[in-house]
């Protein structure tokens, strides 16, 4: 049934029966009661359009995502988020928008969203350190909300986030609690504020524990199996190999671990191997018992969240941003133990 039937059936104007089921005020509550109870009977349920039309809104998110990160759109990562951000935005009336755009025309991309009232909001990925796309928005007048945090920006914006700093001083202290101390950090790239935060975290235990900063124990790279496996197989090869490694992603861990294997050594006894696990839903860290001791917090989640905090800014701007730091769990796995000792 559309919206004509539905108001010939009832005896009202369309316009009445669009504005009861979209909540406008100056419908009386009996109309709004009969309109809501017609609906659920026929089965009604307006369309996007229809509805954007009647509140004069597009009803859209959107996620703006630039050529030199387009990897993020086959990352799982970006996957997960994606997928927790949808059932949101589904559960809502909304739509998702999603868009691959040269770096150079990020500003026209979004003064064309906000010109064309093509989305009600957007949100931001994988912040930088002082991105310049949080200015732009704010200039624009475009609501948004980050996925992170981004460094050096200082107007009030919202934003939700894992405590990354908290997170790995809480791992590389772990790991001198079982008595390591050649610990070495393969990162994110460093350019991105979560990657720079997990190694002040990292930096900030080893200066409590009276331990040197080494350069050659610090990794930073795109969060791939590769990658992960060429740091640990180049560390191993050093004369002072490190007996811990903290990783900054489940798929990288995957490549810390053939590395060791490899080597002939076992993950737990001869290295031990901290991540971080996103909780993907289709890259398990194992089952009842970890394989990795890991510091976890679900991005599926982050995207649910997130977009319910977005959509609340659009629904009243006038409040003040919505703002959450969440705190990642350690869990312990089978990929830890004592620090071997020296013969």
Not at 91 to 108: F, N, P, Q
Request: with cysteine; proline share 5%.
């Amino acid at each position: 049934m559309n919206l004509k039937q539905l108001s010939q059936n009832l005896g009202l104007s369309q316009t009445t029966v669009s504005r009861a089921l979209n909540g406008y005020p100056e419908v009386s509550p009996a109309t709004r009661r009969r309109v809501e109870e017609a609906a659920r009977t026929f089965n009604y349920s307006p369309s996007t359009r229809a509805k954007g039309l009647a509140t004069g809104q597009a009803l859209a998110i959107g996620h703006v995502i630039p050529v030199s990160s387009k990897h993020e759109m086959v990352n799982p990562i970006f996957g997960d988020f994606i997928a927790g951000a949808g059932e949101t935005y589904s559960r809502h009336g909304y739509e998702m928008i999603l868009s691959i755009v040269d770096d150079a025309d990020e500003r026209r991309i979004y003064s064309g969203l906000k010109s064309r009232r093509a989305v009600d909001g957007v949100i931001i990925h994988g912040p930088r350190m002082n991105d310049p796309r949080l200015g732009l928005l704010h200039e624009l007048g475009l609501p948004f909300a980050v996925h992170g945090r981004a460094t050096g920006y200082d107007k009030p914006y919202a934003w939700l986030d894992v405590n990354n700093r908290s997170a790995f001083l809480r791992a590389t202290d772990f790991l001198f609690d079982l008595g390591h101390r050649r610990i070495a950090l393969i990162n994110g790239l460093e350019v991105m504020d979560f990657a720079h935060r997990r190694r002040e975290g990292y930096a900030e235990s080893l200066r409590a524990h009276d331990a040197p900063l080494d350069p050659h124990l610090m990794r930073s790279g795109e969060m791939t199996e590769v990658f992960g496996y060429q740091s640990t197989r180049d560390m191993l090869e050093e004369e002072n190999a490190p007996t811990a490694i903290l990783c900054s992603s489940l798929i990288s861990a995957l490549g810390v671990r053939r590395a060791i294997e490899e080597k002939g050594l076992v993950m737990g006894k001869d290295v031990s191997v901290v991540t971080h696990d996103d909780a993907l839903s289709y890259l398990q860290n194992g089952g009842d018992v970890p394989i990795f001791t890991a510091t976890r917090s679900s991005v599926r989640e982050a995207g649910r969240r997130l977009a319910e905090m977005l959509l609340a800014t659009i629904t009243d701007p006038t409040k003040p941003p919505l703002q959450q730091l969440l705190e990642a769990e350690l869990m312990v796995g089978s990929s830890t133990g004592p620090a071997p000792r020296k013969d």
